[in-house]
């Protein structure tokens, strides 16, 4: 259930007509024993019916002498704060205030609208209202909304909705409308296995900030597709979450640079009253997956030190893709060209036509992958030795253990200072199996074409291999491995200088450390190993000449053999962040008729470094088709802030912020200031209209400034061979389109920052108080944006360089330094060379600040509160509607919608999220539903369907459930059964999808059902 910040701050602090019905005069049997004063006042609240608000930080430690007897609410209270420095108030609403009895500070304000949280907690339940750091402002300060939109995921919300992770929850948020980084990625496993990301607007993980308590944490290891920084939150303990506030659009002007979609901070419990264990067993109806995850929660108080413990253990089985039907053989494909079996064993000509092995070769193959290698054919080729089901060898989801904890702790020094830190540590063990190895012939250049010439059979040939499971001695040998380790760590100190400001000083330090390690095969090895050793050049072919016999590629390795030529490529990434920061506070810097004037400043130093520290040999033509680039750098930043908080009128209130931030690199600097402002107009007590303007930016990607030279595999259309060969054939008919390249890539230190401009705009309307109803415009434009400079445009612009003049016929200058630019960055074969003469070999590629993109929309909540006779209803919802996303490359190109036919991209227009949930007395359940929109078909993403054609385009719009049940047994003791994915509701099917697993991973898997059994017991301290 996803709530807006009315939804979580509104019991804080704008109860007010909740409170004033539940406080009467009547007396109640009180029975209150002495001790702690926050659990006595959770009693009172219980017995009494009342709600108090407070600042707990304030209470914790303190005691009381307990109270007896037929009292009212107000009696009683003041009896249990006798002694203890604290008194209660009434504001204007009725609402009862606990404040310091001989403070300088007044009473916080009273609620300006007159609505109760329609979905909140308990109404028997205390409120504890805590000097909150709303995401979205460094103010301290108590309100129901703010001039930008917030959304707040609690963890009774979570648990409620059954989500069984943070990635999982984070992909329920409508505002997350990116596709994230699926466990069965390819890319994934390839450049960050086992992290996961979150993605707000759409507009790529490393443009949304993401913090823990309100602090940065360091970047996973390795770069995001190979290219920029972001971070993993997979590892994040959910069990330990005390909520997740949400701000979308640009916030740079309050948190600095990345803050350019938006904010997300995860904010984990701080405050235990007593030992709470939490232990969840899992598991897949359909088999596989299991799951177990332990959480343990304690605290101690001792006079003035306060701390706070978790710790959250988790051992999860893998999914392996052979367990589900929909994606266990090639024969789930949805066409009949691509449900051929895999080649296990291929032999081609100089033709790419299949040398024929034979119906006997295969049959003796037959044991190999599990039974299933038959000998097959593929139409228009020829005949193989070749497996079905060896397609169903990854994983869905990923083998996990681990563990990660959490300490807080906090000692009041006097009246005007105390000192507080936290400290994270995380250890986790990630593995996850992508594919089988594979081989054919790699050149020590690099070159993968496989073509030699082979003098046992005098003719060209190209072998290819893929290994089974018997050969490697089982799957689990070719699993890629994670090994995670995590640390975080803030100290500080805060309090009052004087009467009138607060301070607080702190140094955080994060880092992330892994060694990951990819089994691969030794290119050179398993040349010698099938080819043996090489015997010159052919001078016809100009290929390399081998005396290989076929029998060798049909025979299968023994476990030595294979041992051989593979090994695992081992690396040890590391990322690092560290901060110091001073924050200023005055919640009343001057009067203004209509009220005080709050500011915040703040000062911060920081730095920030990564190292890849990649195999050496992997960044080398060693293995095969794996030529890694190294990168490592750091930088320095500095940044100075202030935010004011200004109530014009009454109604009326105005927030303005600024920042300065600069960063420094390699003699380089880049700097920004950034401003913010907004309004919130309160017409009435039920309704409040609001508004926000904001700029921002993000400093360069580390990876983007410091990568190192490293290549991968793509292909190009050669503009230049076409206009000159073909110059009558229109491109994707030329001869030499889609032609194969090496993609060469580099970091660029003369980057600048990106930057954008956000703004929102909408309503908050409380009819009654039990029903609530948002909607916000949101509209961020971003510019000078990082992308790699495009191959395409490379080419046709060295097409036109060599030709002397553009496809429109004017003249294009060669010796321009365009055009010798253009030139240098392709590489072509000899014009002698037998092997693609004059054609495309290699491109050389950098990042530069280039691309500009905008997108803009609607979010939509309501929320409901129906009490009835047979418990207490409560409806949500979200829903988030995109009205464009619009891309552009290039200044001149054309502006590319992502969410039209065949725009190459794959995001949903829209996103929708709801619950009901009721209670009544010990039992509680909750349904929870998602709609994702329709989405391209994997035609549309590839940009080759002709709706004029009456080609469909688009994969439905999808539903998923989750339901959960809960029981208490009593105040310490409960039991909840959630089980996801109601239905067992399988991706959806695209006729068009030929490439394995036949469906978008992006956001859909085949897990099917998940149940989670939990039972909880708290020992000693307030009611669960």
Known sequence: MTRSLRGALLILACSASAIAAAQTPASRPIDIPAGDLV????????????????????????????????????EALRRLLAGSGFTMQHDESGAVVIVKAASRATPPPAATS???????????????????QVTGSRIPRVQVEGPAPVTVVTAQEIKASGFASVPDVMRAITQNSGETQSQQSSSGADFSPGAEEVDLRGLGPNHTLVLVNGRRIADFPLPFKGRSNFTDISNIPIGMIDRIEVLTGSASAVYGSDAISG???????DHADGTTIDLRYGDTTRGGGASSKLNFSAGFSQGDFNLVFGAELIAQQPLWAYDRKIQDSTADAPTARSRVPRRTFLNGDWNDDYIDPGQATCDALGYLNGGTTVYANRPRYGNFC??????????????????????????????????????????????????????????????????????????????????????????????????????????????????????????????YKATISWPQTIAAKANDLYLGPQLGVDPDSELPIFDADPARLYTPLTRAEYDSITARTNYHPESRSDTLALTLTNTALFTLPA???????????????????????????????????????SRNRWATAGELRLPLL????????????????????????????????????????????????????????????????????????????????????????????????????????????????????????????????????????????STDRILQLEAS??????????????????????????????????????????IFVNPINVANERTSGIDASAHYKLETAIGTFRLAGNYTWTRNHLFQQYPGDPTLDELAVNSGFDIPREKTSASISWERKAWSATLFGMRLGRLPNSDSYDQIVDTSAGEPAWVHATYRYNATVQYKFNEHAQLSLAVDNLFDKMPPRDPTYTAYPY??????????RSYYLQFTYKFGGSAL
């Open 114 to 132: 007159t609505g109760s949280a329609p979905a909140g907690p308990n109404p028997e339940q205390a409120t504890r209202l805590e000097e909150v």
């Open 39 to 74: 659990t006595a006042l959770d009693t009172l609240a219980r017995q009494s019916g009342a709600q108090f608000i407070y600042q707990a930080d304030q209470l914790r430690g303190l005691r009381t002498a307990g109270v007896r007897g037929a009292l009212s609410a107000d």
């Open 263 to 269: 904010v997300v901070n995860f904010i984990l419990k």
């Open 595 to 633: 009220g005080p004037a709050g500011f915040a400043g703040v000062v911060e130093f920081g730095n920030q470094a990564y190292d890849l520290n990649p195999d050496p040999l992997a960044t080398q033509y060693y293995y095969y088709s794996w030529k890694d680039s190294d990168g490592h750098g």
């Open 801 to 842: 360089c060599r030709i002397g003049q553009d496809v429109g016929g004017n003249p294009v200058d060669a010796n321009s330094p365009s055009c010798l630019d253009a030139i240098s960055r392709v590489k072509r074969y000899p014009l002698t060379s037998a092997v693609n003469p004059g054609g495309l070999y290699g």
């Open 386 to 511: 070749g497996s079905a089901e060896s397609i169903g060898y990854g994983t869905i989801l990923s083998q996990r253990r681990g563990i990660n904890t959490y300490t807080s702790a906090n000692l009041k020094i006097n009246d005007n200072l105390s000192w507080f830190g936290d400290m994270q540590l995380g250890y986790s063990k990630v593995k996850l199996f992508r594919d089988v190895e594979q081989w054919n012939y790699q050149a020590p250049d690099g070159n993968e074409d496989g073509y030699f010439y082979n003098a046992h059979s005098d003719g060209i040939e190209n072998w290819y291999r893929q290994f089974t499971p018997e050969e490697m001695g089982g799957l689990g040998r070719g699993m890629i491995e994670n090994t995670q380790k995590t640390f975080s760590l803030t100290t500080g100190v805060k309090g009052s200088l004087g009467q009138a400001w607060d301070y607080e000083a702190s140094l955080s330090h994060s880092q």
């Open 650 to 789: 009454e109604s009326l209130n105005l927030s303005l912020a600024g920042r300065y931030d600069q960063y420094r690199f390699s003699g380089h600097k880049t700097g920004k200031l950034t401003y913010s402002a907004g309004l919130e107009w309160r017409p009435i007590d039920t309704l409040l209209l609001r508004g926000s303007y904001g700029t921002a930016f993000r400093a360069p990607d580390l990876h983007y400034i410091y990568a190192g030279i490293g290549n991968d595999e793509t292909s190009g259309n050669d503009y230049y061979r076409c206009r000159t060969e073909e110059p009558d054939e229109d491109i994707t008919d030329c001869s030499y389109s889609d032609e194969g390249l090496i993609r060469t890539r580099q970091g660029n230190r003369d980057l600048n920052s990106e930057t954008s401009t956000s703004w929102t705009g909408g309503f908050v309307w409380s009819p009654t108080p039990n029903l609530d109803l948002s909607v916000d415009y949101f509209n961020i434009r971003m510019t000078n944006q990082v992308q790699d400079l």
């Open 999 to 1008: 469906y978008d991973i992006s956001w859909f898997d085949a897990a099917g």
